[in-house]
């Protein structure tokens, strides 16, 4: 039976189709790959808050009575002993210059009775030697020595008046000190609680000041950086106001409780150089730096198991073969995973979603993780 060769050339076909259908079926499937890069990694934790001066206090004036005149408003900064308001005078303006009065009377009357005693010692001395030689008669030396005892019983006695008359005013003087209100510290007027006119009682608040030179800056952040948070890590701070005014500080304080119901946990960062447009209450974004791994190997967070224990890759071995390759995580943020123990030029994949241990894949090279720059980038990732 003779084959017809239009049969044959189907057959030939049908049988190279299956061919390359099968080398297809049994190609190794292609995966992207990379190798790690050089990168600074710094971990933050993020997180806003209010900055707040560690002493605040309200002051006012030590006596009562009504506001006569306010000397500043809310915003102003001001000095220790700067006058911020004063009661009217009242009564106590009277007395004083009464008193001042008295005073002033009693130190020229003091001045004169000084003044009659340095001639009634001066005629005693005088007639003294006079009345040894018996050139003036004892009666006029007594006379004279009468009139010098009889003075100086005057001074002691205009002395005394005058110390009653300075005791007085330094009595009432206070009373005029207490009717003004100045500043207790260097620091900014956040609050004026009273207006002029207003009757007030002694010791009322009339300012709520906050001293500026000592401040801190509250924040909350969720408890589970429990774990990443130490005593004494750097801080980067800015004011949404001013954006490209950063300023450095501390973490001085974590904790010590947890909001359980809200599942957070109060940090207390202070300033460092605190600038001078930063005023009580603003608020403030901070960059804790939790971790950092200068100059280390990185790669893709994709291309790190990082809930396995312990961490791995997927490293392209002989033929294609991915090979479990453990790893020690030093550094990571969302993007990038610093890694240890894991040799230079190594050829991961950089995707491990539907890839295993054992399975064979096409290496295609993607585009450079380190987006083609030259140097040991940065990258810096925040946690909240």
Known sequence: MKIS??????????????????????RPGPAVVTEPVRRDIVEVVVASGRLQAIRETQV????????????VNEG????????????????????????????????????????ALEKARQD???????????????AELERAAADARV?????????????????????????????????????????????????VSAAQGWFRISEMDATEIEV??????????????????????????????????VGPFVDSERGVVRLKITPEGLPDFVLPNMTVDVSIEVRRADN????????VALQANPPFVLAVGKGGVLERTPVRVIGRNPDWVA??????????????????????????????????????PKSAGATR
């Open 5 to 26: 060769r239009t049969r044959v050339a189907w057959v030939l076909a049908i049988v190279a189709v299956a061919g390359a259908l099968f080398w297809v079926v049994r």
């Open 60 to 71: 006012g004036a030590e006596s009562s009575g009504i506001v006569e005149s306010l000397a």
């Open 76 to 115: 102003a900064v001001v000095r220790t002993g700067d006058l911020l308001g004063r009661l009217t005078l009242g009564e106590t303006a009277a007395r004083l210059a009464a008193t001042a009065a008295a005073l002033d009377v009693a130190d020229k009357n003091l001045r004169a009775e000084e003044a």
């Open 124 to 138: 005693l001395a005088r007639l003294e030697p006079l009345a040894a030689r018996k050139q003036v008669s004892t």
């Open 151 to 199: 003075q100086t019983a005057r001074t002691e006695a205009a002395r005394a008046r005058r110390r009653e008359a300075a005791a007085e005013v330094e009595r009432v003087r206070p009373e005029f000190g207490r009717r003004e209100v100045r500043a207790p510290f260097n620091g900014v007027i956040t609050d004026r609680l009273v207006e002029p006119g207003t009757p």
């Open 220 to 253: 909350e952040t969720d408890e589970t950086n429990l774990g990443k948070l130490r005593v004494g890590q750097p801080v980067v701070a800015f004011v949404p106001a001013y954006p490209d005014k950063p300023f450095r500080g501390t973490l001085t304080q």
């Open 296 to 303: 280390a190997l990185a790669l893709p967070v994709s291309a």
């Open 339 to 376: 890694v240890a123990d894991l040799p230079e030029g190594t050829t991961v994949v950089r995707q491990q979603a539907g890839l295993s241990p054992g399975r064979k894949v096409r290496p295609v090279a993607g585009p450079p993780a380190d987006g083609g720059g030259g140097g040991p």
